[in-house]
Structures are given as structure tokens and as C-alpha cells.
């Protein structure tokens, strides 16, 4: 069965989606840590990192990147970004298509990233694509 990202990829499930190329997308998480909280996905569907063609990992790095950096340019709150990767159970991997996780932080938000995330709705979601694809391709 394939992943709920690759659904999304397919234009089966909704999302909110930042950037999309030939090689990944960027969307927001359904269930944010922090708002502006972004996933970059390979088209690709791999369950683990070490089935991920290099290549499609250094565009995935170059992708999270530059989101990181229309983040910022979106939201001066955002002071500060994690990535996070979880790959495989152990490692809290919950979907089984790689993916990187780019997790706003802002000064004092207490943020723990084991936290427990609620799920938000489609029209902040969407608010919040907007003004990262605004500042996207400003982004270097
Ligand atoms: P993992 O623990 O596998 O690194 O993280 C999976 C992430 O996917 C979680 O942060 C979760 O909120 C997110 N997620 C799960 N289902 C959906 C979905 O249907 N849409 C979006 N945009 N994110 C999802």
C-alpha cells in the first residue's frame, strides 16, 4: 500500500504544499510542533535513508534548506529551525517514506520535540503554504 505522503504526492489525500520539483515536494505537517512546521518528501517512496539515491538526498537537503530560509524570511518570530529525521520504529519513524522534518523555533518556546503535536486545521495550513511559497523563491 502506498504512503500516505506518496497519496499526497499523487494528488489522493490533501495537502498543503510549499514546493514541488522533480525530484521532492515540501508541505506542511497535519500535526505541527511549532507552526510553519514543514516535511520535505521524495517523490520517490523509500521506507528507509539508506534506500535513498544520494542524489535525491542532497536535493532533499538543498529543499529543506531553502525552507528553512523562507521561514524565516516569512515569520521573523522564527529565530531558530531543527531538522529531525527518525528513521526506522526505534527512532520514532511513523510514515515509511523518508522524510525531513523542518521544525520552526522561536525565542522561549519551550518546545520539546517528544511532544505530543495537535493536528491543526486545513485553512491554517493552507495560510501558512501561502506565505512560505511567497518567500520560497525569493530564497537563494
Ligand atoms: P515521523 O515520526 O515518521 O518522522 O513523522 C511523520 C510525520 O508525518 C508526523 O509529524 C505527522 O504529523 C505527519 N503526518 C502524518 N500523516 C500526515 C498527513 O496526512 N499529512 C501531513 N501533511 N502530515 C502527516
Known amino acids: 500500500m502506498p504512503s ?5 504526492l499523487r494528488g489522493e489525500a490533501p495537502a498543503s504544499i510549499v514546493h514541488r520539483d522533480t525530484a521532492v ?3 506542511l505537517d497535519i ?6 512546521h514543514c516535511l520535505v ?17 542532497d536535493r532533499l537537503t538543498a529543499v529543506a534548506q531553502k525552507v528553512g530560509s523562507a521561514l524565516r524570511a516569512a515569520d521573523p ?14 527512532a520514532g519513524q511513523e510514515v515509511f517514506h523518508t522524510h525531513l522534518h ?16 495537535q ?3 486545513r ?6 503554504a501561502e506565505r512560505i511559497t511567497r518567500k520560497f523563491s525569493e530564497c537563494p
Not at 4 to 8: D, E, L, Q
Not at 102 to 117: E, H, T, W
Request: glycine share 10%.
Open 4 to 8: 500516505i505522503f506518496t497519496r499526497i
Open 25 to 27: 515536494a515540501a508541505f
Open 31 to 36: 500535526a505541527p510542533l511549532s507552526e510553519g
Open 41 to 57: 518528501v521524495p517523490l520517490q517512496e523509500t521506507a528507509h535513508l539508506a534506500d535513498l539515491p544520494p542524489q535525491t538526498l
Open 77 to 90: 518570530t522564527i529565530t531558530g529551525l531543527n531538522w529531525l529525521l527518525c528513521d526506522g520504529k526505534d
Open 102 to 117: 523542518v521544525i520552526p523555533r522561536r525565542a522561549g518556546d519551550g518546545l520539546r520535540l517528544g511532544g505530543r503535536p
Open 119 to 121: 493536528k491543526t486545521s
Open 123 to 128: 485553512a491554517d495550513l493552507d495560510a501558512w
